[in-house]
């Protein structure tokens, strides 16, 4: 698959993903912003090695099926 046939599907993955519990807990948005602030944490730390690890799942030769998906899952999962 190449990156310009994936850029619409992983855009629309970025643009609908909400966090579990973002639902479910009053003020969350607002609690997980003064959480990382406190914190230190920068979210776009993980920026570039979310970058390389898309790359290399779309540049991947083949389909993507079920089985694909699950190991670019898995290697977010890891991500630093």
Same mark, same amino acid.
């Given at each position: 698959?190449?990156?310009?046939?994936?850029?619409? =599907? &992983?855009? /629309?993955? *970025? +643009?609908?993903? %909400?966090?579990?519990? +973002? @639902?479910?807990? @009053?003020? =969350?948005? %607002?609690?997980?912003?003064?959480? @990382? /602030?406190? &914190?230190? =944490?920068?979210?776009?730390? @993980? =920026?570039? +090695?979310?970058? %390389? &690890? *898309?790359? !290399?799942? *779309?540049?991947?030769?083949?389909? +993507?099926?079920?089985? !694909? *998906?699950?190991?670019?899952?898995?290697?977010?999962?890891?991500?630093?």
């Amino acid at each position: 698959m190449d990156r310009a046939a994936a850029a619409p =599907y &992983l855009k /629309d993955v *970025v +643009a609908t993903f %909400r966090m579990p519990l +973002a @639902a479910t807990l @009053a003020g =969350y948005r %607002r609690w997980s912003f003064h959480l @990382a /602030d406190a &914190l230190g =944490y920068d979210h776009t730390e @993980a =920026y570039g +090695a979310l970058a %390389r &690890l *898309v790359s !290399d799942f *779309v540049d991947n030769p083949g389909q +993507a099926g079920s089985d !694909d *998906v699950m190991r670019l899952i898995d290697s977010l999962g890891r991500l630093p």
